[in-house]
Structures are given as C-alpha cells and as structure tokens.
C-alpha cells in the first residue's frame, strides 16, 4: 500500500508535471473538463497531460489548459499496454488524479510513481491501494460532477466557474450550419440511442413528444447517434415520416465526430434524450436538455444547473444503475414504461416556457 498523505499536503503541493487519469466515458469526461483551468490555475508552471481512452481523446484536441494527450486503448495489445506503463514512468510526473477508479487505471497511476497521487471514493477492484489520498464527500451518492470538483474544493479553488469549455473550431460551427442550413428554426436534436438496453426509452415514445413539438412549437429535428444506434435513429425518422410528414427531419447518426457532434448540439434550440454522453456534451456547450432517466438517478448522473429538465421512474427498484434488468416478468423493464410520454411532455414545455422567460430577460 502506498504511503498516505493528507488533503494539507495536497494543497500545499507544487507539481510541475501533472497527470488527470479519465478515460471514459463521454459524459464522464466532460464533467472532468472543468477541473483543467482550476488545474491551471493553481499550478500555473506545470504541464497538464490526461489520459484518455482512444476514441474521446478528440474531444480534448485544442483545449487552452491541456498540453498533452495520452491515448489509451480500451481492447490494445499486451504490448499496447506495456508502452503506455513505460509512458507513464517516463513523465516523471509528480501528481496524479484517478478519477475512474478501475484495476487498469490503478495501475496506470501506480506505473507513473508520482509522489502525489489521489483518488476518489468511488475507487473499487483495489485501484484504491495506488492512491495515497483518498479524496473525503466523493462516493457513489455525491452526483457525477461534484464528484469530480473535489479536486478543485481541495485545492481551495471550489468557488470558480464549472463550465468544461470544450474547444470546437469556426469551421466546425460552420459545418453544422450549413448541414442543417435547409432546415427552418428552432432545431430540436434528439438522441434515443444509448448503450445501456435499461436506459433506452422507447422509440414510439421519442416519436410522440417529437411530433407534439414539431406541431406545437415548429420545430425541425436532427436525430443523433453513434454507428451502433443507427436503427434506432432511423426508426424514429421513419415515426415522424408518418406523424409529422411535413417536418423537417435530419438523421446524423453514424455521421458525425465528436466536434461536429459538439457544434450541432450547440446549434441545437433543445436536446431531447436518454441519460447519455451527448446529454453531458449538450449542456457542456450551453443547451438546454429534457432528460430522460429509467434505471439511473438524474439527482446523480444528471448535468447540474436549473436550465435543464429531467424525468426520472419513480419505481422501488430505480435508480438500479444495472446494464440488464434482474428482474422478471411484468416488472422486468418496468421503469421504460413508468416514465410516461406526459411526463416528459410535460417537461419539455416546462422547458419551452422557461426559455421564454430566459429570452425576455435577454
């Protein structure tokens, strides 16, 4: 076991060479983001480099508090793994954040033999034992982002901005733009994809508050997704085909990279979605989210301001945070449909009235 230190000698530390460990996932590592500029804040010499898993690292391309990218290859080779470890000796680093809390990140963070390595309470599968520092108030019941700013609490610099500032370029801006150029506003974006076959609210269900919005409210909608939710999207595509015929209607899914992806959500009016990565991404670039949450905890998992409106199920078993349903017959799955589409409906006119105000105000 490492040697112990206190939150004092963390404060008091000087590191020129500092390394965050979060490799995934999206939503994760967006609200690891801003941790970066308090990072540089307080240790304005140091270098800052993160490791991050191969497929996000995109993301983090160009951000102003960021001097080195370490990619990490989720399925690499042995030999894959023994030149990252030799990586992360080599830094030299001297302090060093996991913030995942796995067997491999610990062991990442054990390969840099950083005098200063901390970690949260959420550690589990013995990655704890590579930290000298636990971080206190960062379990599994402190929500997501809070979890992550106990970094900056314990640096004394909790009370700066949270934004996580993700860097996309003018053309990309431009790139969205002249994509839905055709398409009249507002723009809804709308992600019903997720991994998660527990978190994955109906299609029907997307269908039907995107057409109420499409009637009520004129809006023309982009359907997100990864390659993987495909289906998905064209399901909802061919829904609002028949529902809302003269809608304008654009399926992304499959097309776009993490900084296209990005720019459309921040040229989206709203984002209508499953607890996902691009629900974090949408409010990390400033728009507004109806979330649906079926076997998480939107208090926990949930992006944090008052801009966004989240539903959650209200069943005994929620939040159960299990990938596959344990339990069996009429109750297996339950929680998609405890979520109703009033509900929801509901909240996106919440939503809808609450930017109103906002824009009035403006």
């Not at 080779?77 to 995942?100: A, I």
């Not at 609490?153 to 733009?177: H, K, M, N, S, V």
């Not at 009637?215 to 595509?237: C, H, T």
């Amino acid at each position: 076991m490492s040697k112990r230190i206190s939150t004092e000698d963390l404060r008091c530390a000087d590191a020129r060479r500092i390394c965050v460990i979060k490799p995934s996932a999206l939503g994760d590592v967006v609200q690891t983001l801003p941790l970066l500029p308090v990072l540089k804040e307080r240790f304005p010499r140091a270098s800052i480099s993160w490791v991050v898993n191969s497929n996000l690292a995109e993301l983090l391309t160009g951000h102003a508090h960021l001097d080195e990218i370490i990619r990490y290859r989720r399925h690499g080779s042995w030999s894959d793994w023994r030149t990252l470890l030799r990586r992360l000796r080599r830094r030299k680093f001297d302090l060093v954040f996991d913030l995942q809390g796995l067997f491999r990140t610990g062991l990442m963070t054990w390969a840099t033999r950083a005098r200063l390595r901390v970690g949260l309470e959420t550690a589990r599968e013995g990655a704890g034992w590579a930290c000298q520092l636990t971080l206190p108030d960062s379990g599994r019941l402190v929500p997501a982002h809070l979890r992550y700013w106990r970094v900056a609490e314990e640096l004394g610099l909790g009370d700066r901005c949270r934004e996580p500032r993700i860097p996309f370029t003018d053309a990309q801006r431009e790139w969205a733009e002249l994509r839905f150029k055709r398409l009249r506003r507002p723009l809804l974006a709308v992600h019903p994809g997720t991994r998660w076959i527990t978190k994955r609210w109906p299609i029907e269900n997307f269908a039907v508050i995107v057409s109420k919005a499409v009637r009520y409210f004129g809006f023309s909608v982009a359907i997100l997704g990864s390659r993987d939710e495909l289906p998905q999207a064209k399901q909802l595509e061919h829904l609002l085909r028949r529902f809302v015929p003269a809608a304008g209607v654009e399926t992304l899914a499959g097309e776009t990279n993490l900084k296209q992806l990005a720019s459309v959500l921040n040229l989206a009016n709203v984002l209508l979605t499953n607890d996902s990565g691009p629900m974090h991404l949408a409010a990390g670039v400033g728009t507004p989210v109806v979330g649906v949450f079926t076997c998480t905890d939107s208090d926990r998992s949930g992006p944090p301001g008052d801009r966004h409106e989240l539903v959650a199920s209200d069943l005994a078993c929620a939040p159960c945070y299990q990938k596959r349903c344990r339990l069996r017959g009429s109750q297996k799955m339950a929680c998609l449909d405890d979520v109703s589409t009033d509900r929801v409906w509901r909240a996106f006119v919440r939503l809808m009235d609450k930017q109103k105000r906002l824009d009035r105000a403006a």
